[in-house]
């Protein structure tokens, strides 16, 4: 006879597999972690049959722990080297008390079925753990930390069976980096810096329990370096009046500060005051004196360093004052401008200007303008006059000191008032007679011809004369001559007339 096909046999086995439930692969293993000496559970992931059969057993001693013959009756059955500390529960789940080392290793269940005939079978990985108790931070270094060394930190389990550890510092957990190593229970950070420093920590877990370390205080200390000295104000200082804080910093841990002058400590002055922290100086009216040579020192234990010297921006007294003039001609009045130009050295200057002593205001035909470097002042006269004769001076001042210039005239020429006169004043007994041509700047040259007579001087001629007919047969020629210019009047005289007479013709050349 022929055999019957095995698909047939096969698939009503496989039907019966689902309908039982048992779904799960056959042989599967299944991790079970158990804490000592607690209990453990091993669930069976299927549910059971009406009828069925259960045994258990440690795969990896064979021993049989428990068998449950629970069909119409039948009570559990323990080996007695388990009885007393395991127990089969109703679904079929064995638990196992007061578990230690010796019990990890391999379990094993089967399940069956004694209508269908079909069985399951699931395999257990049993590994147990201590409880984790508090481990210990250590810091792996025996010199001060400083930035830019290493620095290792050990979260030290003391033997206990560990599977993770987390580091870290000030509540936040460590991430691991190329400079920041994580390798088991060691945290290694490749050059460290001060933003290392904080209050470290480390957790340690396995599968069934966990702790934490106490904290530890971690400092990383920095060497002294930007030592820098600046002030306060950097504005313009006036020596002998002006206060000035002068303000030392610099980045280190725990720094200090000294100053010195003339690379000797700092002596006691009323005028200097320091910080507390001595950081600071200030100092009261301050002078060249004070700060041309000081500095200040900033120190902690790894090094020391000093600052740079400071330069302040002290204001210079008035000095190298000068006046004087963009021409050195004549000037005529009333036509020509001038510039006059006051320089000086020193700080913040001020410039006043003088004619004859008496204060110069900017007024037309007077212009005044300040500023430039060195600083200087112009007073520009457009146009000059007459009145501009005289000496013209500056002062030169600031908060310090005041100078004033030396004396500046200018060359100035102007003409006559008007023409030039020819009169005749009759005295007693006689006539004065006369030719002036006065207020010119250079005085007039004034020729009177009288009689043939030529008399000469400046501005004015007079000439008396005794009533007669000498007078009446005479003529009265006045010339007046003025750089370039020149104007002449006559004065006639005729009978019956006195000899107060009026000049007939008058021309200018």
């Known amino acids: ?26 042989n599967s293993m299944e991790q079970v972690n158990g804490m000592l000496g607690h209990s453990v559970n091993f669930k069976i992931p299927i549910s059971l049959p009406s009828q069925y059969r259960i045994d258990w057993n440690c795969g990896h001693t064979g021993k049989v722990i428990v068998i449950a013959r629970l069909m119409s009756t039948g009570s559990p059955q323990y080996n007695p080297l388990y ?6 529960i109703e679904n079929g789940t064995l638990r196992l008390d007061n578990v230690s080392f010796a019990d990890q290793g391999t379990y094993k269940t089967k399940v069956f079925n004694p209508v269908t005939f079909a069985s399951y079978v699931q395999h257990y990985q049993l590994t147990i753990f201590s409880k984790l108790h508090t481990p210990i931070l250590v810091l792996n270094q025996r010199s001060p930390l400083i930035s830019g060394t290493n620095m290792t930190l050990q979260c030290d389990a ?8 987390t580091f870290y510092r000030d509540g936040q957990k460590i991430a691991c980096s190329e400079r920041v190593i994580c390798r088991g229970s060691f945290l290694d950070i490749i050059s460290i810096t001060e933003y290392e420093s904080g209050s470290y920590t480390c957790d340690i877990r396995n599968p069934v329990s966990a702790n934490s370390s106490d904290s530890m205080a971690v400092t990383v200390s920095v060497p002294v370096s930007s030592v820098i000295l600046t002030s306060d104000p950097s504005g313009l200082l006036w020596p002998g009046r002006d206060s000035v804080s002068l303000y030392c910093s610099a980045h280190g841990t725990n720094v200090t ?18 910080s507390k922290n ?16 000081l500095t200040c020192t900033a120190s902690n234990w790894i090094n020391t360093e000093t600052s740079n010297k400071l330069n302040l921006n002290f204001a210079s007294p008035v000095s190298a004052l000068t006046l004087t003039s963009n021409t050195s001609a004549v000037l005529w009045a009333g036509q020509d401008s001038v510039s006059l130009n006051c320089s000086a050295q020193g700080s913040a200057i001020t410039f006043s200007w003088r004619l004859n002593g008496e204060p110069v205001s900017p007024n037309h035909p007077y212009y005044i303008t300040q500023g430039g470097s060195p600083p200087s002042s112009t007073l520009t006269i ?3 006059s007459k009145h501009d004769a005289g000496s013209f001076t500056c002062e030169a001042s600031n908060l310090l000191t005041s100078e004033t210039s030396n004396d500046l005239n200018l060359s100035l020429n102007w003409y006559p008032t008007g023409s030039i006169a020819c009169t005749s004043h009759p005295l007693e007994t006689m006539s004065e007679v006369e030719c002036s041509w006065p207020g010119g700047q250079p005085a007039a040259n004034v020729t009177m011809i009288f ?4 008399t000469m001087g400046q501005n ?30 006559t004065l006639l005289f005729g009978i019956p007339r006195l000899p107060k007479g009026k000049a007939k013709t008058v021309t200018a050349v």
């Open 460 to 489: 004015e001629v007079t000439r008396n004369v005794p009533f007669g007919k000498t007078i009446q047969k005479s003529n009265l020629t006045c010339i007046g001559y003025h750089l370039q210019k020149r104007f002449s009047c």
């Open 257 to 274: 500060y000294s100053w010195s002058l003339e690379d000797s400590p700092l002596l006691d002055n009323s005028r200097y005051q320091l």
């Open 1 to 26: 006879m022929e055999r019957a096909p095995r698909l047939p046999i096969i698939f009503p086995i496989f039907t019966l597999l689902v309908a039982l439930g048992f779904v799960m692969p056959v």
């Open 278 to 293: 001595k950081s600071t100086l200030t100092i009261n009216h301050v002078t060249f004196a004070d700060t041309e040579h």
């Open 158 to 165: 003391e033997g206990q069976t560990v599977t993770s550890y």
């Open 382 to 384: 457009s146009p000059v």
């Open 451 to 454: 009689n043939n007579i030529a």
């Open 83 to 88: 009885k007393g500390r395991c127990e089969l």
